[in-house]
C-alpha cells in the first residue's frame, strides 16, 4: 500500500502514523520528494482500512498496491479450481453448457426441455423458481413448485441443476439443487454470500450489473472466506449507455479473470444482450476467448415464455449451436 | 403501449396476437405504414408483460407509453406523500436533515454525535449498525448491539433513528427505529422489499448504483404493492466512468422525481462523492435544487471512524452547514 | 415515427401539427387512448426533426421506429460492401489483418515492423504520423515525416497504409494513404466527416468511447451522404466503469452491425484493453465472433516505444497471433 | 510517480531503469517488499511518458501522485482567472448569464431573442451558427450568415457573443465573436485546440460526454501550453446509463474543478438535461453550489426551433430564471 501525504504534513502526526503502521506489524519507507511526501507500505496490509487511513488530514491519497482478495486470488493458489459434480465437472478445461428455460413454467416445460438440451449436449441444467423482476407486477417464478419440477426434470435427464437463490429463507428448499446461483442484482448482498459461504454446494456469483472484476472477486471472496471455495463466476453484461443491447457483454472479462483468479468463468450471452439473434456469435466467441462454459436459454415456445423469451433460444437454435460450441473447444486445443 | 411490427407481418400471427390482446381487455388500433405496421395499445397495459410481446416472431419492438409503477405516480396521487414522525415530518414542504456517523461504534460516540447533531439542527439520527462492506475483511458492523446503541441516542436526544437493514431476519430488531433504510446494492433485493412493504415502517430505498429512475420507482412500487405507501428516495450518486469522486450525484434526480412521483426525495452528498470537503456545496445546492432533505455522515473524530471517515464531517463543519442549509430552505421560499 | 401526445391535447394545436405533418408528406394514424392519443407516421419521416416536434406544449414524447441511417443501412443494401485496396479486399468474408506501431518513430523502426508484420501475415500496415494524445506534453507524432517513413515502408513491403488524419488540412499529405483512419475523439468531428465524404480514399472510423451504434453508423452516413460509400468501423471498446481494461471492448458490436449495416467491421484490441497479455485470447473471440479484421499494435520493442508500448506486441508474440487468426477464420468457414 | 514492480524483477533491467529515470533528472527511491518492490520517482515527472515506463518488463504498475496539468493547475496559480470582455467579466465572483437561441435561425429572432434576454438580465448572448449534428440529414446551422447576424445582434444590444468553433478554418469569422466555444464532441480535437492556444480570444470548452475531469483539464491545458490562458469550462452533463435525461448533470464539477484549477466554471443545464422544465431548478442549484454562470437556452418559439427547441425556455420563463439566479447569487454572499 502506499500512502501519498499532504505537502508540508504536520510532523507529530506523521510519526503518530508510522508507529500506529508498524504496531499493526507493516514496515514504512518514505519517499520525500519536492511537492510530495510517500510512504510505502510492506508486509500484510489487507487487513488496513484504506478509508481510515485516507481520512487522515495529513493525507492526500492512499493507493493499494496489492490485490485486496486471497483466496479468489491466483498468486497464491496457482492451479483452476475444479469443480466436480459427479457426471460433469465445472473448470480446469472442460466445456460447461448450462441451458433452459428462464423460467420454470410446469413439469411438462421443463422435462421437455431438460430432454431437449440434454440431447443437444448440455451438461446442466438452468432454470428459474425465484426470479427476481423489476415489477411487482410481474410473473415472480414459481417458487417452491418450480424447484420440485426442476428435480423431477433432474431425475428424468440426469443433468445437475443450476438455479437462483433470492434469499437465505430459500435455501433448505435447495437441497437437490447442484449450483446455487446468486443473481447479478443480489452480488453485494453481502449477507446472503455469508450464508452461502457457510454450506457447501458450489455457488455460481453473476457480476453485478456495474461493477469491477475487483468487486466481482471480493464477493467470491465473501463466499471463500466462509469456508466454501467451489465459486464459479459468470459475467453476463455491464450496463452502459448503449441502448440497443440489454447490457454490453464484457469478454475481456475471460483472459482478466484468468490471470487473476482460480476461478472457473461461464458467460450468459442471453441476458447480456436480451436477443437471441445475439446469443450464437457471441457464445461460440466466448469459447474462442477461453471461456470455461455458457449459461443459455432455451425455450419450446419462446413467445409464450412467462419470461425474457426474446432473449430465449427455440431447442433446434439450441442445438445447432451446442454442436459449434463443442467443435470450437475441441478446435482451441489444436490452436 | 405501442407494438412496432416486422416488415409483412405472417397475418395469422397477427390476428392471433390482437384477439390475444383484446381477450387481456386491451384495445388495439393498428397503423400500416409502408414499412412497417404499429400497434397502439389502449387500456390498462400494465400487466401485459413486455418481454412477452417483444418475443413473438413478427414483432421488432415494443414501447411502453405509460409509467409501469401506480401507487409511486404523481399522476394517480397528486398530492405530495408527508411522513410523520412524531417529532419531526418528511416532504411537503419542511427540511429533513438527517446526520450522524457512518458506523455506530460505541454509546460514547453515538451519543456524542447525536447530542452535537442535535444541537445544529439534525432532525433525524443517522448511523450503521449492519454495514454492507465491499470486503469481507473489514469491519461488519456492530449489529445487534449498535441498534441498542441507537435506541440510547434516541432517548437521550430524542431524534428519530434511520439506519440500514441488510436482510428480513432482522427486522424483529429495528423496533425502535423510526425509518429503515434500504442501501443502494439491495435496491433491488426484491424479497426484502416485499418484506418490507408488509410492515409500516417507513423506508427510505436507496438508488443503486446503476439504478434508472424507473427501475427505483419500481423499488418503491414493490414496497407499495405490498400496503405500505410511506416510501422516502434517497440519490446517493451514480456509477461512472468519473474516479475523482465515489460516485456522480445526479442532482436531476430531484426535479426529476418531483415531477414523477409524490414521494419525499432525500439527496446524500456523502457517500456520493466520497470526499468530505465536496460535501457542503453539493448540500446546499441540493436545497436550492428542491430537495426535501438531506443525509450527512458526521463524525467526531473522522480519522478514527471504523468506516468511510474520508467523507464524515467533524461536528464543527456540520453545525456552519446545517445552519447554511436551513438559511437557504427559508430563503428558498421567498424565491 | 411515432408521436405520443400529452392528456387533453389543445385541439387546435393538434391539427395543425397534422395539417404540418401532412404537408411534409407524411400520413398521420391517430390512436386515442383513455389516457394518452398516440399519432404514428408513415412515409418518409427521415427528414422530420425529432427534437422540433418533441418541443411542441402537445407532445409528452416522440419515438422513431425506422432507422435514421440510409446509405449505411442494411435493409436498403443488403449486400456487404467490400473494399478493394488492388492487393487486398477488406469484407465480405475475407480476413483483414492491419498491424504496425502504434507511432512511426524512425525509417528503421517502421520499415523493421511492416517486414515482420508482413512475414507474419498482415494485410496491412497500421501506423500512427499524427498522434491525438491527451497531453499536450506528450509526444505528438512524427507529422508528415511519419507519413513519408509510412510510404517507405509500403514500398519495401506492398502492404497498403491505414492511418489516422487530424484534421482536412492534413489531407494532401494523405496520398499514398489507402484507408483514412478517423479517431474515437474525432467520430463526431463531422466537418472532417464531411470532407472526407467528399474524396474517395476508403475511410475507416473508429467508435467514439461513449457513442451507441446508431451514433456511430450516423458518422458513417456523414461520409457516404457525400458520396463516398467505402466505409469501414472499427470497435476499440467503449468506456464504463471498469478501470483494469482501458476500455470495455464491445465484441457484441459484430453480429449487432452485421445485422444492421453492410459496412465491413475491424476489432481493435490492442487500444480496448490497453493490456497486451490480453490481446491475443480477444483477437481470436473477436474473429470467431464473426470480425472482418482486426487492427493489432506491433512494436519491436515495446518498452522503448514513444506511445502505448504497453499494448503492443512484439513481432515474434505477433506471429503466433496471426497464425491463429488464420486458422480459426479457416475454422469459422467449417462451422 | 510511483512505479511498482513485478515481484523478482530482472537486476540489469532496474538498474537501468533507474539509470534512465536519473538522466531524466528525476530522483528515485526504492522500497523493497515481501512481494513487491516500489521506486517512488520524485522531481519533475510531468514529461515522463507513462504508458513508455507501463510497458517494461518488469513493470507492474505506474501511478501518477502530481496532476499532469501545470498552467490549468490551482497550486501553481492560487489566484483565480478572470477574464474581461469590456462590458462583463467571467469568474472571480461575478455571475455571467449567457443566453440565447440553440441556432441562428434570422435576424429578427436573434435579434429580438438578445433584446429579451438582456432586459432580464444576460451578461452575453449566446447562438449557435456552425451547429453539429448527429445527422447528416438535420440542420446544419447558417455558418458564416450566421455569425454576421450574431454580431447585428451584438451591436443592437451590447452583449459579448459566444458561439462555437467547429474547425480551425472557420477561425477569420470570428473576428467579432468575444468567446469561442468548443463543443463537447471538440473536447479532444487537440488540433483545433492547439489553433485556439495560438490566438487570443476567450475560450470556453465544453467538458466531453464522457470526459474525466483531468482529461478535461489537459484540454484546457493544450490552449493554455499554446499562451492562451483565457479558458472557461463548461460542464453540460456525462453520458449514463439514465435515458430518462438527455446526459446526467453533474454539478459535483463545480467543487471539484474550484479546487483543482483557477479557471471559471459555467454549468449548461439545458444541454445536459434536454428539458426545458427541469433547467430552472438545475440552474437555481449550480448558483447555490458556487458555479460562475450558465449557459441556457432561451427562444421566442421553442416548437418551431430548427434545434433543441424541447430544451429552450421562452423568453418569459427565461426574465423569471435571471431573477431567482441574481437573488440566489446576492444570498449567496451572505451565506
Redo the contacts between chains.
Keep these: 500500500m502506499?500512502v501519498?501525504l499532504k505537502e508540508n504534513p504536520n510532523r507529530d502526526q506523521l510519526e503518530s502514523l508510522i508507529h500506529w503502521l508498524q504496531d499493526k506489524g507493516v514496515?514504512v519507507?518514505s519517499?520525500?520528494?519536492?511537492?510530495?511526501t510517500?510512504l510505502?507500505l510492506?508486509?500484510d496490509t489487507?487487513?488496513l482500512?484504506i478509508?481510515?487511513i485516507?481520512?487522515?488530514?495529513i493525507v492526500e491519497?492512499v493507493?493499494r498496491?496489492?490485490e485486496?482478495y486471497k483466496n479468489a486470488n491466483r498468486k497464491f493458489h496457482p492451479e483452476d479450481t475444479v469443480i466436480d459434480l459427479g457426471t460433469t465437472t465445472i473448470g480446469g478445461g472442460s466445456l460447461t453448457i448450462m441451458a433452459g428455460p428462464c423460467s420454470v413454467e410446469s413439469e411438462q416445460q421443463v422435462v421437455a426441455i431438460a430432454k431437449a438440451v440434454k440431447a443437444s449436449g448440455a451438461t446442466m441444467l438452468r432454470g428459474g423458481a425465484f426470479k427476481?423482476?423489476?415489477?411487482?407486477?410481474?410473473?415472480?417464478g414459481m417458487g417452491a413448485e418450480g424447484l420440485r419440477l426442476l428435480s423431477i426434470a433432474k431425475k428424468e435427464t440426469g443433468l445437475p441443476i443450476v438455479t437462483e437463490i433470492?434469499?437465505?429463507?430459500q435455501l433448505p428448499l435447495f437441497d437437490d439443487v447442484d449450483v446455487i446461483q446468486v443473481g447479478a442484482?443480489?452480488m453485494?448482498?453481502?449477507?446472503?454470500l455469508?450464508t452461502l459461504g457457510a454450506q457447501n454446494k458450489p455457488v455460481m456469483i453473476k457480476r453485478g450489473?456495474?461493477s469491477?472484476?475487483?468487486?466481482w472477486l471480493?464477493s467470491a471472496?465473501?463466499v471463500m472466506?466462509?469456508g466454501n471455495e467451489q465459486v464459479i463466476l459468470c459475467e453476463r453484461g455491464?450496463?452502459?449507455?448503449?441502448?440497443?443491447?440489454r447490457n454490453?457483454?464484457?469478454?475481456?472479462a475471460?483472459?482478466?479473470l484468468r490471470?487473476l483468479t482460480h476461478l472457473p468463468i461461464i458467460i450468459d450471452p442471453s441476458h447480456?444482450?436480451g436477443k437471441a439473434?445475439?446469443v450464437a456469435?457471441?457464445a461460440?466467441?466466448?469459447?474462442?476467448?477461453?471461456a470455461d462454459g455458457l449459461l443459455i436459454e432455451v425455450h419450446n415456445d419462446?413467445?409464450?415464455?412467462?419470461?425474457?423469451?426474446?432473449q430465449?433460444l427455440r431447442p433446434e437454435a439450441f442445438d445447432e449451436l451446442a454442436g459449434?460450441l463443442y467443435?470450437?473447444h475441441d478446435?482451441m486445443k489444436t490452436?
Tied chains: 1, 2, 3, 4.
Aim: net charge neutral.
Design positions: 502506499i501519498i514496515t519507507h519517499t520525500v520528494g519536492s511537492h510530495k510517500i510505502g510492506v508486509g489487507s487487513s482500512d478509508g481510515l485516507s481520512a487522515l488530514d491519497n493507493k498496491v496489492q485486496p427476481p423482476r423489476t415489477s411487482p407486477y410481474s410473473f415472480q433470492m434469499e437465505e429463507s442484482r443480489n453485494q448482498n453481502f449477507n446472503l455469508k450489473m456495474s469491477t472484476y475487483e468487486e471480493m471472496e465473501y472466506a466462509g455491464v450496463r452502459t449507455f448503449e441502448t440497443y443491447t454490453t457483454l464484457d469478454l475481456a475471460i483472459p482478466v490471470k447480456a444482450t439473434d445475439l456469435p457471441l461460440v466467441a466466448a469459447v474462442a476467448g477461453g419462446p413467445p409464450r415464455a412467462l419470461c425474457d423469451g426474446a430465449s459449434k467443435k470450437m478446435f490452436l
